[in-house]
């Protein structure tokens, strides 16, 4: 049973659509379980009706026809109840509703589950057969299998709007391309232009459609790429000729076959005639070919279906490093991926980048920090978005709900102009700002510092009016470096920050890779990479980096004086004293060598739980906090701050992290000595409202998000801001938190500071 559900489940995933996936499920079920009928229904919320969208079985002109209402049928039985229904005589049971269309009357038995996406039923998977037997437990839990497998493609293909489409064209129902998909808030702000898919190398399945101009040019890219792999395998089964066993050479034989037949080549050339590009011609030859061996029964021969899909691989990485087009970026690109990376990002010219949409991650991610960094609108988590066909396709991405709109209506997409236009002048006029004193109406002060990390971000920052930086995260120079940058490179970077924002304090960051930052020279593989070896774990096993590192630091400080060094992920008190004698010693080392060096104030980042109820044995040890809501967040509430599925969840309004925030200033008052916020909660206005009725000493934020917040700070008093801090108190969920906060920005005519427009 496993090998055949398993064979189904790769089968409905190489599906390229929904209603190709729908009929691989109906007629391999149906023969799988040797029923009579397999059908599935799919509910549609605004009608109330269970549509039948795919039957073996029953009559082929029923499907799209048949719908049952909410309350009607064995269908909605299953629905309503959200667990399987299993009868052996189905018609003579209450609910039974009989539709001389499908023919129906024929079968007695019935099997129904429904299918579950993240607690919400979509539709329902059913057997049928004409003996009158209740089904075996087997048979349940196989289609209760097999549902739960599907329901994620139905998901997608009912926010992407596939659902409708696909009705429309069996002639029922109708299209509404506007229909918004669902991602997570990334950075705030509204983009608009075209999408440009980005895609890992030779990831055939990942290969988005695209349109071509010139049909020449494809076949010759990809017959150039065919005769490149041709070269490969005739030089590797030259190279292991005597080493070889004879049926491992026989593969090799069996490749250059492949390649040379007119079946993958001809048909791939086929595909490029009809208008693919050639990488999506090769996609969908091999997955044909892939198709037929894994349907094949006898093992040896099904097993190939992986040798094809690896030639396919080998020609696609051929294509994509010969393709000698280097990817062009149109004037208003909206980045579009399954994984967008900082590299990715980085390679887009900024003046053309308008908005970045990732099915990954989520508003903590690096590169939402990134992007916001950057001013650019991101939407995470946008795992319904079918990025294999949105390539090129106008795009809207609202980086403050999360929607993508692809392919707008032209009403939608003049609503959108609207929002733009008014958020460019919210925008100028919240400049008007830049200068002016981060003072609250009762005249306490709260200095408004900016996080940065990367150089070209110093003038954003230093023109956002930021009274220094409060976060300079080290790890971007290491990241974009083929090896560990010495510490003559280390001291540029950290002196032209230090000496750009003189004499206003610059808090540097020793290096927190790890977790969901990679160096490529330095391979950390972990199960749990943010329960692992991350940050000030990292730095104290190799002193040797931390020691360069912290000698950089403080020789780029020399005459300016403004250095703050921040440690990140401290969860203990041993890691704070190992961490302080090896900055001792770095300054005394350079002390020793004749640099006029002043000790540099010492603090830690309070991002760990552990570390909000170490508070005063750290306190008693630093000068200075700075609270790291993002890690603070992902750790207090058990939620990867990276993983959309459970992004609903990470809300750094949650009671308990608003209590763990309070905890730490009320530790570091009592101990006199000042905190910061650095995390992303610090950027968000509603957020802010909180942490100054807390006392928190200063923010820092990304250069886009300060103007924002420095109206919030001139236009709320301390004391009101207590008050709301109580008020939020005696609430127990954070959207109520984050539904009133909000509120209050409404009440004051300043909603635009929390929502598209002004
Ligand atoms: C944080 O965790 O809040 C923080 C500021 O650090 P980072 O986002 O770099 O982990
Ligand atoms: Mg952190």
Known sequence: MLDILRRIIQEVNSARNLDQALNIIVQQVKQAMAVDVCSVYLSNDVQQQHVLMASEGLREEAIGKIRLAFDEGLVSLVASRAEPVNLANAPEHPRYYYFPETGEEEFSSFLGVPIIHHRKVLGVLVVQTRNAECYLEDSVTFLITIASQLAGAIAHAAASGEIDRILAKKGSGTVDDSKPLRGLPGAPGVGKGTAVVVYPMADLLAVPDRKIDDIEAEIEIFNKAVEKVRNDITDLASRLEKRLPAEDKALFDAYLMMLDGASLPGETIGYIRRGYWAPAALRETIMEHVKVFREMNDPYLSERADDVFDLGRRILAHMQSENIKVQEYPQDTILVGDEITATMLAEVPTEFLKGVVSVRGSRTSHVAILSRALGIPAVMGATDLPVGRVDGCPIIADGYSGNVIVSPSKSVLKEYDRIIAEEAELTAELMELRDQPAHT?????????????????????????????????????????????????????????????????????????????????????????????????????????????????????????????????????????????????????????????????????????????????????????????????????????????VAELYDSLHPAVIRAIFHVVLGAKAHNIPVSVCGEMAGDPAAALLLIGMGVNSLSMSASSLTRVKWVIRNVSKKRALELLDEVMEMEDPQTIRQYLNSRFEVAGMGGLVRAGK
């Open 441 to 645: 109406s009762d005249g306490v002060h709260i200095p408004l510092y900016a996080n940065t990390g990367l150089l070209s971000d110093i003038s954003p920052s230093l023109q956002s009016g930021a009274e220094g930086i409060g976060l300079y995260r080290t790890e971007f120079p290491f990241m974009i470096r083929q090896r560990f940058p010495g510490e003559d490179e280390q001291y540029q970077i950290y002196r032209q920050v230090l000496e750009a924002f003189a004499p206003r304090p610059v808090y540097l960051r020793t290096l927190d890779v790890g977790g969901d930052k990679a160096l490529p020279y330095f391979p950390i593989n972990e199960e749990n990479p943010f329960l692992g070896w991350r940050g000030i774990r990292i730095t104290l096993d190799h002193p040797e980096i931390f020691l360069v590192q912290a000698r950089a630091m403080m020789r780029a400080s020399v005459g300016l004086n403004n250095l703050h060094i921040l440690l990140p992920m401290i969860s203990s008190v041993a890691e704070l004293t190992d961490s302080i004698l090896l900055l001792r010693q770095a300054h005394a080392e350079l002390v020793e060598e004749g640099i006029d060096v002043v000790e540099p104030k010492i603090g830690v980042m309070i991002e760990v739980p552990s570390a909000v109820y170490l508070i005063d044995s750290l306190a008693r040890r630093v000068d200075f906090f700075s609270i790291g809501t993002n890690d603070l967040t992902q750790y207090l509430l058990a939620v990867d701050r990276n993983n959309a599925n």
